[in-house]
């Protein structure tokens, strides 16, 4: 079977509800917290994606029974510190960042040797991030230049550190936290704002977790060594799939659309925010609040007359999964739009900053590299294509895969676009949904 796939006609209108796929940074996180809750935890619209299996699979080679029932998952906690590791263990963490950063934390107070692996992609990214904060733990790593595969060495004497992360890293901010719920006294982390889906969890389930917010920075206080009990929990839909289906109805014509039941998580809005300082049509119904996290019904409309925008930077922690759908926006907007500060862009599955760039060029928008890792966007309202565009070589990146579908479905062309299984990486029911709405592929 073709792992490619053709586009050769925008999507006629469409007025219709859809549900996207269980959040991904949820589903990953849940199931790293169940496995060490005591007791029965059941996880219902877990997403059933790549990075998803990997964590399973991860958990049940470190001695976790998981099993998978008709509408839920079933995870069997073994308590905190109480991995079984066996000699020569190697974790293949796929394509998952989140994965391979945050089990590193859990993993810091379980006596033996785990190997971690990732693929091609995961295996170019950094790790220095979390290898510094966890050596202050008192945690042994092996690493060549801070890359995978890397080697843990966890020790029942881990200790409580005070640490900054600066970066805005969701991933190194929760590691940490994972990491001082096994140590014994009180961590302490200040942390440059980021998505705070951990921490909320980790209140939740009875962890002794304090927190202060400023404007910029938050404070995080940890006394670990406390176990908890297990805890069931419905994802909510993922804002990132989402995107995608908000931005392909706000450039279709005639169309509207309900999201329903989507985490609207503060620290994930980044993107709704932006769009509606570029006058798009979006609003939030019958919000909600579930284990801390507020959700919402989305609903959008075809929008005219967008205006172009200059993204403050702190947004950009808030948005850094849906860069380049804004890119895309910003490039059938009117005016000039400025993106700034995007460094964190070229260290995802692809160079996407650099994606952004090559795309946005091949579809005839004008661009220009700025300062301080910046982009700016010229954008052409009237954009309506009609040549042959491929994409290929850009590391199997799921985001870049679904931008190219939305931009083919919204302002036409002939596409043929490699490695459509990409999208297993975190939604694999993209495809279908579009189709749902009557976009014609193959």
């Known amino acids: 079977m073709s792992d490619n796939v053709k586009i050769r006609k925008k999507i006629n209108n469409f007025n219709t509800k859809i549900e996207v796929s269980g959040d991904k940074s949820l589903s990953i996180r849940w199931l790293l917290l169940s496995s060490t809750a005591v007791g029965v935890s059941k996880g219902y619209n877990l997403l059933d994606s790549e990075d998803v299996k990997s964590t399973i699979n991860a958990l049940i080679k470190l001695g976790v029974k998981i099993k998978k029932r008709d509408n839920y998952y079933e995870v069997e906690g073994i308590g905190l510190n109480s991995f079984k590791i066996k000699k020569k263990c190697v974790i293949d963490a796929g394509n998952s960042g989140t994965l391979a950063r945050l089990i590193l934390g859990m993993l810091a107070g379980s006596k033996g040797k785990v190997q971690i692996v990732g693929d091609k992609s995961l295996s170019k990214r950094d790790f220095g991030r979390v290898i510094t904060p966890l050596q202050n ?5 092996v690493s060549k230049n801070n890359r995978l595969p890397l080697l843990i060495q966890g020790t029942e004497f881990l200790r409580p550190i005070k640490y900054f992360e600066k970066i805005g890293s969701a ?19 200040i942390a440059t704002k980021s998505r705070n889906h951990s921490e909320i969890l980790l209140k939740k389930i009875g962890i002794n977790i304090k927190i202060k917010k400023t404007k910029t920075l938050d404070f995080i206080k940890i006394t670990g060594k406390k176990n908890y009990r297990a805890f069931d929990y419905i994802i909510p839909g993922d804002i990132s799939s989402a995107s995608f289906f908000i931005v392909l109805t706000l450039l279709s014509r005639n169309s509207k659309l309900i999201i ?15 769009l509606k300082k570029m006058n798009c049509k979006i609003k939030f119904l019958n919000k909600r609040k579930y284990m801390g996290e507020e959700i919402a019904n989305i609903f959008i409309e075809s929008s005219n007359n967008l205006k172009s925008i200059k993204c403050p930077k702190s947004i950009n922690s808030r948005a850094i999964d849906e860069m380049l759908l804004l890119f895309f926006v910003a490039s059938v907007a009117k005016g000039t739009s400025t993106f700034t500060n995007l460094s964190e862009l070229n260290k995802k599955e692809s160079k996407r900053l650099d994606w952004g760039f090559k795309i946005l060029k091949m579809i005839g928008i004008k661009t220009q590299k700025i300062k301080n890792n910046g982009i700016k966007i010229f954008g052409n309202p009237n954009l309506d294509l009609n040549g042959n565009f491929k994409i290929k070589n850009y590391l199997k990146d799921h985001r870049i895969f679904m931008l190219c579908m939305i931009i083919a479905l919204t302002r036409g062309g002939d596409w043929d676009l490699s490695d459509k299984s990409s999208i297993n990486t975190s939604f694999p029911s993209f495809l279908k949904i579009l189709k749902k709405l009557g976009a014609k592929f193959n």
């Open 260 to 274: 329903k039941n989507v985490n609207i998580n503060n620290s994930r809005t980044g993107i709704i925010d932006c």
């Open 137 to 141: 733990f008192g945690v042994k790593i």
């Open 171 to 189: 991933q190194v901010k929760s590691m940490c936290c994972f990491c001082a719920m096994n140590t014994p006294g009180t961590t302490e982390i």
